[in-house]
């Protein structure tokens, strides 16, 4: 069964940078990109970016690619997405989920971690 | 980036009745390597993640309804819930990956 299990709220000032992580389990974790996708209340889900953990190659929107940074500890199967220089149109939850490819769909998401940011 | 635009933003349906969300793509998602309809469509329940409908714009993953299903042409795409079931209330975003990932912006369909 695969399962993405995901790290706790975080609430963070303006300008500080959060680090998420996103465990997996139940399948081969080297073999599938893990996508990041974060949806803000009212507004579709945006794609961040993936990473493959076998290569470690990473692929970044455009909008976040300066400030976004995508690693995975393949020795525990875990996915990190680190996000500097955050502000309040970060807030969001944000989502990892298995992607069947490099540029697919995700056929398996976790739950998701909300992220604030505020003063 | 290629824009979705998604049609209607929501709609309330009877219970049995059948729904249709359009999805709209700004240039193709058709790969002319392998012919195929980059798109696929999600469910999003309150509180949930999101759940994978459809890929290559018709293809159901194991264990969807089949009472789910789409249709194709060119840059126009719909979706089609036929039979609604109180279950089926949520969010339904389409997304290509044709190009990088891309979203519309949800259709959420509610129960009348």
């Known amino acids: 069964q695969v399962r993405l299990e995901q790290s706790g709220p975080q609430v963070k000032e303006p300008g500080a940078s959060v680090k998420l992580s996103c465990q997996t389990s139940g399948y081969n974790f080297l073999k599938w990109p893990i996508y990041w996708v974060r949806r803000a209340p009212g507004q579709g889900p945006e794609w961040l970016g993936w990473i493959v953990p076998e290569t470690g190659v990473a692929l970044y929107a455009d909008a976040q690619r300066d400030r976004l940074a995508l690693t995975t500890d393949t020795s525990t199967s875990t996915s990190f997405m680190e996000l500097r220089g955050l502000t309040s149109a970060d807030s969001a939850r944000y989502y990892c989920?298995?992607?069947?490819?490099?540029?697919?769909?995700?056929?398996?998401w976790g739950p998701g971690t909300q992220v604030t940011v505020s003063s | 980036d290629i824009v979705m635009t998604q049609s209607p933003d929501s709609l309330a349906v009877s219970l049995g009745d059948q729904v249709t969300v359009n999805c709209k793509s700004s240039s193709t998602v058709v790969s002319t390597a392998n012919n195929k309809i980059h798109l696929a469509w999600y469910q999003v329940k309150e509180g949930q993640p999101p759940k994978l409908l459809l890929y290559w714009a018709t293809d159901r993953p194991f264990g969807v309804p089949d009472r789910f299903s789409a249709t194709a042409s060119g840059t126009d795409f719909t979706l089609t819930i036929s039979r609604l079931e109180a279950e089926d209330a949520a969010l339904y975003y389409c997304q290509q990956y044709y190009g990088t990932p891309t979203f519309g912006q949800g259709t959420k369909v509610e129960i009348k």
């Open positions: 989920a298995r992607g069947a490819g490099a540029n697919f769909w995700c056929d398996n």
